[in-house]
Nanobody
Framework: QVQLVESGGGLVQPGGSLRLSCAAS????????MGWYRQAPGKERELVAR???????NYADSMKGRFTISRDNAEKKVYLQMNSLKPDDTAVYYC????????????????WGQGTLVTVSS
C-alpha cells in the first residue's frame, strides 16, 4: 500500500557532498516520523537521522554537524544533505517512515525503502 523510493546515492570523494531524496507514495493519510538509516558491509543497520512531522530532528553523534535532514510534507519527501563525507560513511542508506494509512479504521505502518548506495572513496 505504501512505497518509499530513495535516490541520490553514488560515488563521491572524501570531503565531498551528496543529497539523498526519498519519496513516499500510496494510500497515505499522513506521515509521522521520517528518517534515514544506513548499513555498512558487515555491520548492523544504524540510525543516521530522523525528523518528526513538526520538524524536530535528531542525529547520530557521528553525523552531527555534517548531515542535515529535512522534509517536504506536501510532497511527501524527506531529504538528507551529507557534507564532509568520510570513507566510513560508505553504506547503503535506507529511508524509513511511520505512515498513517487511508481507510475507515486507523492503521499505522512502518515502511522501509530499498536503499541507495553511497560510496565515499578517492
Amino acid at each position: 500500500q505504501v512505497q518509499l523510493v530513495e535516490s541520490g546515492g553514488g560515488l563521491v570523494q572524501p570531503g565531498g557532498s551528496l543529497r539523498l531524496s526519498c519519496a513516499a507514495s500510496g494510500s497515505i493519510f499522513s506521515i509521522d516520523t521520517m528518517g534515514w538509516y544506513r548499513q555498512a558491509p558487515g555491520k548492523e543497520r544504524e540510525l543516521v537521522a530522523r525528523i518528526t512531522s513538526g520538524g524536530t530532528t535528531n542525529y547520530a553523534d557521528s553525523m552531527k554537524g555534517r548531515f542535515t535532514i529535512s522534509r517536504d510534507n506536501a510532497e511527501k519527501k524527506v531529504y538528507l544533505q551529507m557534507n564532509s563525507l568520510k570513507p566510513d560513511d560508505t553504506a547503503v542508506y535506507y529511508c524509513n517512515a511511520v505512515v498513517n494509512i487511508i481507510g475507515a479504521t486507523y492503521r499505522v505502518l512502518e515502511v522501509w525503502g530499498q536503499g541507495t548506495l553511497v560510496t565515499v572513496s578517492s
